[in-house]
């Protein structure tokens, strides 16, 4: 099993940069595949991106290729998500979820055993 702490959301202006870590506790980090969800007002939980257990496979949402970077320190049992170019539609809370499998092109929420608490992410106009 393992807990799922997210930080690093805030406020920015269209076209700045916000990074969220995602703190997880346990030994066993290293043996889940890694996600980023995100939810906005009104809408379903959505896949953004997802790595796998070593960190040297990756997708992304297409919306999100080329602006957010997804990675993972096993070291720190963290996982990051690097966000430039940030733009209104990106407005949500994220989520960071974990799945004990290395299957990280999963995009169905309901493939993940383990969620954190979400990161509020405000981008205005």
């Known amino acids: 099993q393992v807990q799922l702490v997210e930080s690093g959301g805030g406020l920015v202006q269209t076209g700045g940069s916000l990074r969220l870590s995602c703190a997880a506790s346990?030994?066993?980090?290293?043996?889940?595949?890694m996600g980023w969800f995100r939810q906005a007002p009104g809408k379903e939980r959505e896949f953004v991106a997802a790595?796998?257990?070593?960190?040297?496979?990756?997708y992304y949402e297409d919306s999100v290729k080329g602006r957010f970077t997804i990675s993972r320190d096993n070291a720190k049992n963290t996982v990051y998500l690097q966000m430039n170019s940030l733009k209104p539609e990106d407005t949500a809370i994220y989520y960071c979820?974990?799945?004990?499998?290395?299957?990280?092109?999963?995009?169905?929420?309901?493939?993940?055993?383990?969620w954190g608490q979400g990161t509020q992410v405000t981008v205005s106009s």
């Open positions: 979820a974990a799945t004990p499998t290395d299957y990280y092109y999963r995009t169905d929420p309901r493939l993940y055993n383990y």
């Open positions: 346990g030994r066993t980090f290293s043996s889940y595949a």
């Open positions: 790595l796998s257990r070593s960190g040297g496979n990756t």
